[in-house]
């Protein structure tokens, strides 16, 4: 069955870097855009990144635009995150996932990572 499998995050304080990382895989067709989204509690998701994965334009959220890259490796169909410049507000849970119309909101989402947890301490 098509799922995505995340590795990375971690913790680190404030001003530091972490990576994440997204596989997709057993897909028939290969997805044609990936994102991140995050989530803490109390909160609902929300998405941070997207990347189209035929052209590899990309689109950032305000509040991590300038701080966060992402990428794709059209190869193996992986998505990174580099998260740098971390701030404590960017602690949560975050979540990959392919989706429909490269419309980078939880809504659009077909597929979702199963998280991966990110701590930025003060």
């Known amino acids: 069955q098509e799922h995505l499998v995340e590795s990375g995050g971690g913790s680190t304080q404030a001003g530091g870097s972490l990576r994440v990382s997204c596989a997709a895989n057993?897909?028939?067709?290969?997805?044609?855009?990936m994102g991140w989204f995050r989530q803490s509690i109390g909160k609902e998701r929300e998405g941070v990144a997207r990347?189209?994965?035929?052209?590899?334009?990309?689109y950032y959220a305000d509040s991590v635009n300038g701080r966060f890259t992402i990428s794709a490796d059209t190869t193996k169909t992986t998505v990174y995150l580099l998260m740098n410049d971390l701030k404590p507000e960017d602690t949560g849970t975050y979540y990959c996932?392919?989706?429909?119309?490269?419309?980078?909101?939880?809504?659009?989402?077909?597929?979702w990572g199963q998280g991966t947890p990110v701590t930025v301490s003060s």
């Open positions: 996932g392919v989706i429909r119309h490269c419309i980078l909101h939880p809504t659009t989402v077909w597929y």
């Open positions: 057993g897909f028939t067709n290969r997805p044609n855009c």
């Open positions: 990347i189209l994965l035929t052209s590899n334009k990309t």
